[in-house]
Each structure stands twice: as C-alpha cells, then as structure tokens.
C-alpha cells in the first residue's frame, strides 16, 4: 500500500515539474480556459440569481391578476367587476388596482405609477422610489416634483416620503399616488381599474376560479401568478442563452485551441515519454502522468474561473452582463444579489470543460507511449 502512495507521488511531483518546464504554454492555456469558464459561469450565477429575486418577488403578487382585453391589448377594466369576482365561491379578496407609466422627458426616463392599496398618500404628496431620488438630485422629504397630465398641465406633488434603499428592486421607478392624483394624472375614466387582483383562499383551486371567472366576465384575462413566475424564468433564460450564442465563437476558439494543445505532442514531449519507457516506467505510469498534468490545469483554471465568476457577480453585481440581463433603463436599481447557485448546472459546466481536456490528454499519451522507446527517442 506504501509503495503504491509513494508510486502515485512520485509520479504527482513529476507532473508538477513538468508543467513548470513548459511555462508559457501552459499558463497562455490556463488563461484561456479560466476566462471561459469564467464567463460561462458568471451568466450561470447571474441567471440563477435574477430568478431567485423574481419569485421572491412574485411571492407577494396576487394568486391571480384579471385584466380586460379589447382586440386582443390590455384595456382598463371596470372596477365593480371586483365584487363581481369576490362573490365567485373560493375568492377570498379581489380589489381593484390603479397603475401605469409616465415618461419624464427631462431626464428620458419612465417612473411607475400606482395607488397603493390601503393608506395611500394624501391629494398633493407622493412616495418615490430612490432611484427617482438619485435622479432628482438627491430629492428629501418636502421636495416638489413638477409632472405634467394628461391635460398637459404642470401638477406640483410634495415629496413626503422615499422608500428605503433595501426595497430598491422593485421600487427604484416608483411613485405612490393619491387616487385624485392618479387619475388627474392620466385622465382615467370614474369607475375604471388597471386590472383587478384576486386572493384565493384554496391554492389548489386557483386554476378553477380562473376559469369561472372567464365564464362569468367575457372579455377578461385571468393570470396565475405560476404563468408569471414561467415568464419571468423564460426571460432570464433567453436573455442568458443569447449571451452563450453571442460567446459561443470564443468558446468554439477555446475548444479548437484546447484540443491543439492537449493533442499536440511535440516532440521533446514525445521524447520524454521514450526516456520514461526506456528507465522502466510502465504505459500506466505515463498515463497516470498526463492525467495528472490534465486535472492539474483544467481543475486549476475551473476553481479560479468559478471563484472569480462568484465575485462578478455577487460582490459587482456582474457589470459584464447586467445590461443583457437585466434590460436598459435609466432608473437602474442598485442592489447586490443574494449568492445562488445551481448544483446541477455547476455540474454540467465541470463535465463540459474538466472532463473533455482531461480525457484530451490522454490519449495522445497512449498512443506515444505504446510506440518502442527507441523509436519515440530518436523520433
């Protein structure tokens, strides 16, 4: 047993040593595949994480929100349809909601505007988003904000209150209206909602209500709060997926060069291989030996590749790829994403770069080193 651990580092210390004969190639190597694997699991990690903040976020969102549909577009929807929905058996609640969008020319942005549900501000005052108080300079309590209605005339709303920077996710473009003001703002139609949000008591049901919903209120679009949660994923993986596409001619590089170097003997490597089958090393001690050399690199550049793609993306916020991800906006909210990470597709990454070089390594060895030891010296 002795013998056989001493054999396995013996033949370790030689592989060590001769990585280090061959510098330049080696470390030109491991660069370029820690930089693939760095990239590669960065849009993992960023991927993964995103989706993570959207179901924590949908994880609060209505069992099912009922829009109105004219011509197949979104269209306000009258707000008694509400009772209408909370008289249907296994409804717990359904309210109306008042929302939309503003574009502020001023600074080529477009804020969120919403009543919230219970307690909202009074006629005149306004909650917003720190992303909207960065953008008014540093906007505090007691600060007016011009806006401009529907009826292009200019309404002064006081700042009375900025959300923490810990709600930044999904209130970085939020304004919190009064309903007068929401519906001076857009001109909204007395007795009309954005959408109506129902609460079913029974999540086993909810599939059910929706569709008695559609039954009794023709014209309306039931979404499950499951439809929304499938859409949000389906995002981040299109967006991740055109990244791999938009990449995938440096990884193809990456491949062809990997390949090069690992089958590639020279012939001073082939060489060596005859002076170790002359001295009395076995087939399997030189395979042993290229194995090592192969999971030396290749474990090397996945650690570190994986290791600097967590700090991307969880310690900076990813700046390689958040534009892609994310989506353009000028009211970006700041925030740092909670780690992580997908075993399995972790995985996946280890089999698709570890294992093909290692595996690459190896049988160019082979081949060497069952030709005659004198013929691969004088070769």
């Known amino acids: 047993m002795n013998s056989r651990v001493n054999s396995q580092r013996n033949i370790i210390d030689y592989a060590i040593s001769s990585l280090l004969r061959r510098k330049i190639k080696n470390l030109s190597l491991l660069a370029l595949y820690m930089l693939v694997v760095f990239v590669v699991a960065s ?3 960023f991927v993964q994480a995103l989706k993570r903040e959207a179901r924590l976020i949908l994880g609060d969102a209505p069992d099912i929100v009922v829009q109105r549909t004219i011509a197949g577009r979104h269209d306000l929807i009258p707000a008694d349809y509400s009772r209408q929905i909370a008289a249907i058996r296994g409804v717990s609640n359904a309210a109306p909601r008042w929302w939309g969008y503003y574009y502020d020319p001023n600074f080529d942005a477009n804020y969120t505007f919403m009543v919230p549900p ?6 005149g005052t306004i909650w917003i988003g720190a992303g909207i108080a960065r953008l008014l300079r540093g906007a505090q309590k007691g600060y007016l904000v011009p806006l401009r209605n529907a009826a292009r005339k200019t309404m002064l709303l006081e700042v009375v209150k900025v959300f923490p920077a810990d709600s930044e996710l999904v209130a970085s473009d939020l304004i919190m209206v009064s ?3 929401f519906q001076t703002m857009f001109n909204l139609p007395k007795g009309f909602a954005t959408d109506v949000a129902v609460t079913v008591a029974n999540p086993q049901e909810i599939v059910t209500v ?3 919903i559609t039954e009794q209120l023709p014209g309306t679009r039931p979404i499950l ?3 929304m949660l499938r859409t949000y994923d389906s995002l981040f993986d299109w967006r991740g997926g055109m990244q ?3 990449l995938s001619a440096a990884l193809l590089s990456f491949i062809i060069f990997a390949w090069d170097k690992a089958t590639g003997l020279s012939a001073d490597e082939r060489r060596e291989i005859g002076i170790l089958k002359s001295i009395g090393w076995e087939t399997t001690d030189v395979l042993l030996l290229k194995f090592w050399e192969g999971i030396a690199i290749s474990m090397t550049a996945f650690t570190w590749g994986v290791i600097l793609a967590y700090g991307h993306v969880f310690f900076f916020s990813a700046p390689l790829f958040e534009h892609a991800i994310k989506g353009w906006s000028v009211l970006y909210p700041r925030f740092r994403l909670v780690p ?5 597709q972790l995985a996946v990454l280890f089999f698709l770069t570890v294992l093909p070089y290692t595996a690459a390594t190896i049988i160019p060895a082979w081949l060497a080193a069952t030709v005659d030891p004198d013929s691969a010296m004088r070769s």
């Open 43 to 45: 849009l993992i990690f």
């Open 210 to 212: 929706a569709g008695k």
């Open 225 to 227: 709060k499951s439809e």
């Open 244 to 246: 791999v596409v938009i």
């Open 118 to 123: 219970a307690d909202p501000p009074k006629k």
């Open 340 to 344: 992580t990470i997908d075993p399995y």
């Open 179 to 181: 309903p007068d003001d």
